[in-house]
């Protein structure tokens, strides 16, 4: 409980309290030695030299750090991290204890002043350690939060240091505090060899992640390029450079103002203990300060307001700290109020530098490559941070030797200094944000350059390997009922060819006519063959010859009683460019063959002729002919412009080519295939609003919304981004969300009205994430408090699981209509690829993501998403959101009635639909309870009306016959289809008696199978609403196939299903046939068809073993296409039966 306290109060998480814990024991100690060295060794030199000593002091502190950063380079190119880190405080530990006893036995003045110079070493070997731990254990989102804490040991020590000193000098003189600090340096020994034994998996590790960010070249390079120049790497970019002037200013700026600082003090303090005493007090004060600054605020104030604040805090501080003195000492002189304000710009020096503007400076680390960061880190403490010593030493002492110059002029140069140290400092921000954009960028580029390589990768493929002369009039016959498939599949059989199999191929298109331009047209600008080149060419020539027919002969076609002939009339009408032909396409449209009516409604898009998009409009909505009327919308681009074919040079075929290109599009269902020469008509010519609003009269079901919304995106402009604008706030979470995807894949930003709404829905998309976590919690609580629950109640505990399955899904559903809503507001390319790392990534490539979205999103959205987005989808995002949205926790029944009555708008039926499956296994059901579940029996959508009247029957029988016996009976239940829920009702029985499958089972046992395992839960309920399951016993016979009207797919969910048939041998006729027989397995496939089947011509199937077979009419697969555009399910049908033809 204490713990958990302390996670709250410092916003830890549980897995960071171990490393900071040990970082602050360690940063405690140490602070204490560098408190007590810093405060003893000042006192005396400023007693035993005049101030004017310390200048060199600051120059020979740099060169001893300098050439100790060199020799701390040399040791981490030898050892591992957590080698060098017990090295640099041994080293530490012995050179001071020599010093020590050297002062002691010659007691020379110069020993007090190396001791004061070492105190520079102190802090450097210190940042050294500590800060190289501290980015190697914590990502860059861990840094904002933390780096001020961890620190926090360091202060607290300095605090308890400081203010013992008046009380210390009581008993001991000022030289006796540095034999404590010996001590001290001796115990932070001990700790930093504990903390390496406890850490050391993560400080030797290097970086093995390939999505991480790199910023730099190689480690090898940056190793030549010191070599030859040692600031080299500080120059070679703006964001390397600023780093180094950002390290060496506040350098710089410490010691210039320690110098006034201490100039001043000794000419008010001059006995030398009394001075101690003073600079015990102040310092602990300052301490004090900077520990509250560290630990409370640093992190939260730079979390919330980002990396720029902590930037500039320490200039715009010292800007008012030292400005004013110069303004007061200007106009009233150098008195006690001109030492009192260069006192407070002194501690703001410490307070802000130390409490804020270190541990954001360490941040600035983050985006350089893991492998080579804590070597640039040591640079940078070595050579800018020297720099700054050497630097404020030279000029203090230039200034110093000019007669005319007083304290008061140096004041007023490092006014001058502090304003430069501003300006960069903002610039820096900027480069910062610019550099972890460009390497998102980067990571983006490198995802789509993988995504470039998909044609690589069907090169290599074996799955379109099927047999050129026995397979590819099969595979065409197969298209016949699908021929948006086409052009994508050919596409890719041909890539995945050897040349000989491309040359039969092009053979085939020849001798077929079929109009593959796209096709042909990027292969032959992409086969370096020029031999194929030649083929690719003939076959183009042959396509626009073809395309040449005339009016006339393509009207006698189309009456044709020969289904060849007027299958190849309605593919190439779309390239008649005379104005009657639309005529015969309307005829096509309307004729009774399936297979033409689809391939006339492609060539109807193909033809972009406007008297045609009502009847592909009108098609859309029938399910036969969806998928194809989509396509043809998809093709609908206005007329399209030829070449003369005849006249292009073979030179010059690469240039002009993509003229003669008549498909624009080939993406899955098709793959793009951009043209050059296509005429891109302004969508909102061709499709007006009274087109929009023909399409929008439809607007019924949710199916039919759906279809809309995919089509408003499909064919874009104007009028379809007004249509769906008018939608986004649909109160259906389903269609709101496919609202929101169609208007960001047509680049629709929010106007500024809009915006408030957008965040509305955020911020409701946030409330219901915040209740499915609520409701994950409870449910998971019931089970780890009744662990027996798989023995006892084993059903309960499986639909739970399922439950919590559906409840995961629907989570990461919101969770990504969240980034969509974003997407409206902000760049969608910045939101998608920190989306991708966020989830993607590891801990670093998260944090780059995060810190994308932390400098993109406005305030209010950052400081309501932030904290989501870095825990993800975990229960401690319940707490940290209590107040905006309060949750309380329920027992399991109360959760289930609350999951139930909850919005069918925002919570998905597929959940629902699991937890009334729960409720039926559930015992000590109210009530209350049951009243609810008897209300679902009447729902329209079988998914939850199924479930209901099951859970009813099983829960009080009797309560479920008075119920449906008196729907049925009764008058005054008008607005129930009661013919729909009499049958309802009857399949209930059935299964009960196990005669037909609940449609709970049929979305989970279709989502086993290899065929739709892609396809979440939710989005199979259209299948199986329009699925049969089919189950047999050994022996029983499959309705064959052949003897079935339409084009059904016969799916083996489970069992073995024999197939034999009888092959005549060939050559001679009076030999008996052959009897041949093979066995399907599970998610092996059945097509069936009038017009082409899977199997020879009277195949019997019987059952092997037990089975159960899910059969689909193929054309409602062909419609979820365009619902679900994830994957072609065409494709993979076809070779999945291929695959078994050649088995």
């Not at 602070?31 to 200048?55: C, E, H, K, M, V």
């Not at 002062?103 to 020993?111: D, P, Q, R, Y």
């Not at 690829?833 to 944090?847: M, N, P, Q």
Request: proline share 2%; charged share 25%; hydrophobic share 40%.
């Amino acid at each position: 409980m204490k713990s958990n306290l302390v996670e709250k109060i410092f916003s830890l998480q549980q897995h960071e309290t171990k490393p900071v814990l040990l970082l602050l024991v360690y940063s405690f100690f140490m602070g204490a030695a560098i408190a007590l060295f810093y405060t003893s060794t000042t006192s005396l030199i400023l007693n035993r030299f005049d101030s004017s000593i310390l200048p060199f002091a600051y120059i020979t502190g740099g060169i001893i750090v300098y050439f100790l950063s060199e020799f701390n380079r040399i040791i981490q190119a030898k050892y591992k991290l957590s080698n060098v880190l017990l090295i640099n405080i041994g080293f530490l530990l012995v050179s001071t204890t020599i010093f020590i006893l050297i002062n002691i036995l010659t007691g020379s003045k110069w020993m007090i002043f190396l001791l004061f110079v070492w105190v520079r070493v102190f802090t450097f070997i210190h940042g050294v350690s500590f800060w190289a731990i501290a980015v190697k254990i914590f990502d860059i989102r861990q840094g904002k939060r933390l780096f001020g804490l961890i620190s926090s040991g360091e202060v607290l020590a300095a605090i308890l240091s400081q203010f013992s000193i008046p009380l210390l000098l009581n008993i001991i003189k000022t030289e006796d505090l540095l034999y404590i600090g010996i001590i001290e340096i001796a115990i932070s020994l001990f700790f930093i060899a504990y903390l390496r034994n406890n850490l050391k998996h993560k400080l030797d590790e290097t970086n093995k992640d390939e999505s991480i960010t790199k910023l730099n070249e190689s480690e090898n390079i940056l190793n030549q390029k010191k070599s030859k120049n040692k600031f080299a790497i500080f120059f070679e970019n703006k964001y390397n450079s600023y780093i180094f002037f950002l390290a060496l200013l506040p350098m710089f700026g410490m010691y210039y103002a320690d110098y006034i600082f201490f100039t001043q003090s000794k000419e008010v303090f001059s006995d030398k203990e009394v001075l101690t005493q003073f600079l015990g007090i102040f310092l602990g004060f300052s301490a004090i300060l900077e520990l509250t600054v560290k630990s409370l605020l640093t992190g939260r104030l730079v979390s919330k307001y980002g990396l720029k604040i902590g930037l500039i805090a320490l200039p715009t501080m010292l800007l008012i700290g030292f400005g004013l003195p110069s303004l007061i000492g200007t106009v009233a002189g150098q008195g006690i109020l001109f030492f009192s304000f260069i006192s407070a710009g002194r501690l703001f020096m410490r307070i802000v530098r130390v409490g804020i503007n270190d541990p954001v400076f360490q941040i600035l680390f983050q985006p350089i490559d893991k492998n080579i960061r804590t070597k640039f880190q040591n640079q940078v403490e070595g050579q800018p941070k020297a720099l700054g010593n050497i630097l404020a030493g030279v000029v203090l002492i230039i200034l110093t030797s000019l007669s005319f110059v007083n304290i008061l002029h140096i004041t007023y140069f490092y006014v001058a200094v502090i304003l430069i140290w501003l300006r960069i400092a903002l610039n820096m921000y900027r480069e910062y944000r610019r550099k972890v954009r460009d390497e998102i960028n980067i990571e983006k580029s490198a995802s789509d350059k993988n995504e470039d390589s998909f044609d690589n990768e069907l090169k290599s493929s074996s799955q379109y390997n099927f047999d050129i002369s026995e397979d590819i009039q099969w595979v065409d016959n197969l298209l016949k009922i699908e021929p948006s498939n086409y052009e994508p599949l050919f596409y890719k059989k041909l890539i995945s060819s050897n040349k000989q199999q491309k040359i039969e191929i092009l053979k085939y298109v020849i001798k077929e006519k079929l109009p593959l331009f796209n096709t042909i047209s990027k292969l032959y600008s992409e086969d370096p063959d020029e031999d194929m080149k030649n083929y690719y060419l003939k076959t183009l020539k042959f396509l626009n010859a073809q395309s040449e027919i005339s009016l006339i002969e393509l009207e006698n076609m189309a009456d044709s009683n020969d289904f060849k002939t007027v299958l190849e009339c309605s593919r190439w009408v779309a390239y008649s460019n005379r104005y009657r032909s639309y005529s015969i396409l309307e005829k096509l449209i309307d004729h009774s063959d399936e297979r033409i009516v689809k391939s006339a409604l492609i060539s109807a898009g193909i033809s972009g002729r406007r008297e045609l998009k009502s009847k592909l409009i009108d098609n859309l909505f029938h399910h036969k002919f969806a998928l194809s009327s989509y396509e043809g919308l998809k093709l609908f681009h206005g007329t399209i412009l030829k070449s003369d074919i005849n006249e292009v040079k073979h030179n010059e075929f690469g240039n002009t080519i993509n003229k003669v290109a008549k498909n624009p599009t080939l993406k899955s269902p098709s793959i793009t295939v951009l043209t050059e020469s296509n005429i891109q008509v302004k969508r909102d010519n061709i499709f007006t609003s009274l087109d929009i609003e023909l399409l929008s009269k439809k607007w019924t079901g949710k199916k039919e919304m759906k279809k809309i919304i995919r089509t408003l995106g499909l064919i874009g402009g104007k009028y379809s981004i007004k249509s769906l604008r008018e939608k986004i706030n649909f109160s259906d979470f389903e269609i709101r969300n496919i609202i929101i995807e169609e208007l960001i894949k047509l680049g629709y930003k929010c106007s500024s009205t809009e915006i408030s709404l957008v965040q509305d829905l955020i911020e409701k998309e946030m409330r219901y994430i915040i209740w499915y976590l609520s409701s994950r919690r409870d449910i998971e609580n019931y089970i780890a408090r009744n662990q027996n629950i798989s023995k006892i109640n084993n059903q309960l505990f499986i639909h739970l699981q399922n439950l919590l399955q559906s409840i995961n899904f629907d989570l990461i559903e919101k969770k990504n209509a969240i980034f969509n809503l974003l997407s409206l507001i902000y760049n969608p390319r910045i939101i998608r690829v920190a989306k991708d790392r966020i989830e993607e990534g590891g801990s670093e490539s998260k944090a780059f993501g995060l810190e994308m979205l932390e400098m993109t999103l406005s305030e209010g959205i950052k400081e309501l998403l932030i904290y989501f987005f870095d825990n993800g989808l975990t229960n401690e995002v319940i707490d940290n959101y209590r107040f905006q949205f309060p949750e309380p926790e329920l027992t399991l029944i109360e959760r289930l009635e609350d999951i139930i009555m909850k919005d069918f708008n925002e919570v998905s039926r597929w959940t629902k639909a699991c937890a009334i499956e729960c409720v039926e296994k559930s015992k000590d059901v109210g009530l209350k309870l049951l009243n609810l579940i008897s209300g679902l029996i009447f729902a329209k959508d079988r998914i939850i009306s199924e479930p209901a009247l099951l859970c009813l029957k099983n829960l009080d029988n009797n309560f479920f016959e008075r119920q449906t016996s008196n729907t049925i009976t009764q008058n005054n239940f008008d607005n129930i289809d009661k013919k729909h829920f009499r049958n309802l009702v009857t399949d209930i029985h059935f299964i009960q008696r196990g005669k037909v499958a609940k449609i709970t089972d049929l979305v989970r046992k279709s989502g086993e199978l290899h065929l739709f395992s892609k396809i979440p839960d939710l989005y199979r309920i259209y299948l199986v609403n329009n699925s049969q399951m089919i189950k047999l016993k050994v022996g029983n016979e499959l309705i064959s196939p052949s003897k079935l009207e339409g084009n059904n797919l016969y799916i083996i969910i489970q069992g073995e299903i024999k197939v034999s048939y009888f092959k005549k041998n060939a050559g001679n006729n009076n030999d008996e046939p052959t009897k041949i027989e093979y066995t399907l397995k599970e998610n092996d496939l059945i097509f069936s068809s009038k017009h082409i089947q899977s199997f020879e011509y009277g195949s019997i199937f019987v059952a092997k073993t037990d089975s159960e077979i899910l059969k689909i009419d193929y054309d409602f697969i062909s419609e979820f296409n365009i619902f679900w555009q994830e994957e072609n399910l065409f494709e993979k049908i076809a070779l999945k039966l291929l695959n078994q033809k050649r088995q």
